[in-house]
Each structure stands twice: as structure tokens, then as C-alpha cells.
């Protein structure tokens, strides 16, 4: 059995344990760690997720963040002066959350989601270099009344998240499950 395959399992155990009313925002964030180099046959699955979600009597939303950061700069006054100078980019970097944020909010409101859904956040591999995950993941789980579902492309270790296996990670609150153990 795939390692893709694995992890939805495990993730469907987890799911579908009765959740907790009272709960923390960051109590309320789940975290499925898989290795990078399987994003391409974790896209291809992600429909298993909803499927399991849905046979535990949840309802299921998906935010994609994989084009944010293009959305987002399409937005901005001076885009092409950013790509002449990309320098100048760590100024204006905040409002790259605040995009995300929003267009999260409209997500949220747009799908009904409620205290029984489980919004699941893709693409957050395109962070990378631009914003942290936990900080992307600090403002949005008190907008989900249910869970907040993070499909992690990087590894977990001693309690310790690293996106991408990029750089030194960071230690979060979140429930990880992986395709090894739940």
C-alpha cells in the first residue's frame, strides 16, 4: 500500500473520533505530514480525504493556496517593479497574509462551513520563502469552527514541523498524523 494511501487511512481514523465542543482554535488543527516528492500523488487523492471526511459525518471544503501568492501580487500597485526588484517584495510581504486571510474569510462564508466541516488548506509548499506556515495557520484556525485540515508537504520529528525539509522548523500545537503512525 502507497505511503499516500497510508496517510488517508490514518487520517480517516482520526477524523472520525467524536470531536471535542471545547476545544482550542490551535487544539482544532490537524496537520497530515507526507514526504515532498509525493505532492504529485497526494493532489491526485485528495478526493479520498473528502470521501473519509464525509463517511465520518462531516462536511468538507478545500482551500487551494497554490496560486496565492500570483493572485495576490497581480493585485499590487507596483508588481512589475517587484519582479525588476524583488528585494523590494519583504516590504510589502504582511500583505500577502492579509490576502490569504481574506480570501480565506470568503471561502469560509462562500461554503457554509461550520462547526462540522473540515476546511482542508493545499498548496502550502507555495509559502515557501514568501510566509511561514504557522503563521498562515495562527490566523486561520480561529476562523474554522470545525478543523482545520493542513496537507504538509515536509516531515514531523520530535514534535518538530519542517516544511519543504527546507529549513529549521518549528514546534506547533496540531495533531500530526503520517503514513507511518496516527
Known amino acids: 500500500m502507497s505511503r499516500v494511501k497510508r496517510l488517508i487511512q490514518s487520517y480517516g481514523r482520526h477524523i472520525a473520533i467524536p470531536w ?9 488543527v490537524v496537520f497530515c505530514v507526507y514526504n515532498e516528492n509525493e505532492e504529485r500523488w497526494l493532489r491526485a ?3 479520498e480525504f473528502e470521501i473519509v471526511t464525509r463517511q465520518a459525518g462531516h462536511e468538507w471544503v478545500l482551500f487551494d493556496l497554490t496560486n496565492s501568492f500570483p493572485g495576490w501580487l497581480s493585485t499590487q500597485r507596483y508588481a512589475k517593479s517587484y519582479f525588476q526588484k524583488p528585494h523590494l517584495l519583504a516590504t510589502v510581504l504582511p500583505k500577502y ?5 481574506s480570501e480565506f474569510e470568503r471561502a469560509l462564508k462562500e461554503k457554509n462551513a461550520d462547526y462540522n466541516t473540515v476546511v482542508a488548506v493545499q498548496g502550502v509548499g507555495s509559502l515557501f520563502g514568501f510566509l511561514k506556515v504557522k503563521d498562515v495557520v495562527d490566523k486561520l484556525a480561529p ?5 482545520l485540515l493542513v496537507l504538509f508537504p515536509g516531515s514531523y520529528e520530535n514534535n518538530n514541523y519542517r516544511l519543504l525539509d527546507g529549513y529549521d522548523g518549528w514546534n ?11
Do not use: C, F, H
Not at 97 to 101: G, K, R, T
Open 97 to 101: 497574509l492579509d490576502y490569504i486571510v
Open 172 to 182: 506547533y500545537l496540531a495533531v500530526p498524523i503520517t503514513a507511518d503512525k496516527d
Open 20 to 28: 471535542r465542543d471545547d476545544a482550542a482554535a490551535a487544539q482544532r
Open 45 to 47: 487523492r485528495v478526493d
Open 143 to 147: 476562523l474554522v469552527e470545525g478543523r
